[in-house]
C-alpha cells in the first residue's frame, strides 16, 4: 500500500496570472505568491490481489474493468498513461472538501501523481511532478500553474511563469515571530 499527501494552499498575491490566457500574452509573464497550509489531500493506492478490476474512492465510488470508462476525468488520464489497468484500488481522502478555492483539485493531482510514481518506483523530480500534474489538470479545463507548483513545493514561496509557461520560484523566508504575525493575522 501506498500513501501519498499533498497540501492544500493559499494566495497572497498574483491569483489568476499562472493562467496560460494570462502569462502568455502579458509582456511579463505570470507572478503570484502561495503558501501551502498545514490541510492536505490524501491517497492510497492499492494493489488488489483477488479482484481485477480498478477500484476508485473519491467523491464518488467507480469500479470498471476497463480504465477507458472512467468517469473521472484526471484519474483516466493518469491511469491510461501509466498502464495502471486492473487489480487497483485507489481512494482519497481530503481534509477540506472541493470548491474552497485552496486549491484541491491541483492538489490532488499532485498526490495521485506521487502515489503512481511511487508504485512504479519512479524517482521524478519536483519540476517534472509540477508540470506532469499541471498538463492532466488542462486536459479537461481551463488550469493554472498556482496549485500543482505549491502542492509539490509546500512553504512560502514566489512564483514567476515565463511567456512560454516555465516556471522559476524562491523560497520565503521569514522568522518565527512574523510567520506566528502572519497566522493571527488569517481568517480562513
Not at 11 to 24: I, Q, S
Not at 144 to 156: E, L, N, S, V
Request: proline residues 3%; charged residues 20%.
Amino acid at each position: 500500500m501506498i500513501l501519498s499527501r499533498a497540501p492544500l494552499r493559499i494566495t497572497f498575491g498574483g491569483g489568476g496570472t499562472d493562467l496560460p490566457f494570462y502569462y502568455e500574452k502579458s509582456n511579463c509573464g505570470g507572478f503570484w505568491i502561495s503558501a501551502a497550509i498545514n490541510r492536505h489531500i490524501y491517497c492510497i493506492l492499492h494493489d488488489r490481489s483477488i479482484e481485477q478490476s480498478v477500484k476508485l474512492k473519491y467523491s464518488e465510488i467507480e469500479v470498471v474493468s476497463d480504465i477507458s470508462k472512467i468517469k473521472h476525468n484526471i484519474f483516466r488520464e493518469v491511469l491510461q498513461e501509466y498502464n495502471l489497468t486492473r487489480a487497483l484500488e485507489i481512494t482519497t481522502v481530503a481534509d477540506v472538501g472541493a470548491g474552497t478555492g485552496l486549491g484541491s483539485s491541483g492538489t490532488f493531482t499532485v498526490a495521485l501523481l506521487n502515489a503512481v510514481h511511487n508504485h512504479k518506483n519512479l524517482n521524478v523530480s519536483k519540476v517534472d511532478l509540477a508540470d506532469e500534474a499541471c498538463k492532466f489538470e488542462s486536459m479537461h479545463s481551463i488550469a493554472g500553474k498556482q496549485d500543482p507548483y505549491i502542492a509539490t513545493y509546500g512553504g512560502i514561496r514566489a512564483f514567476w511563469v515565463t511567456k512560454r509557461g516555465k516556471v522559476t520560484l524562491e523560497s520565503l523566508k521569514f522568522s518565527p515571530p512574523e510567520i506566528r504575525a502572519l497566522q493571527d493575522n488569517i481568517l480562513l
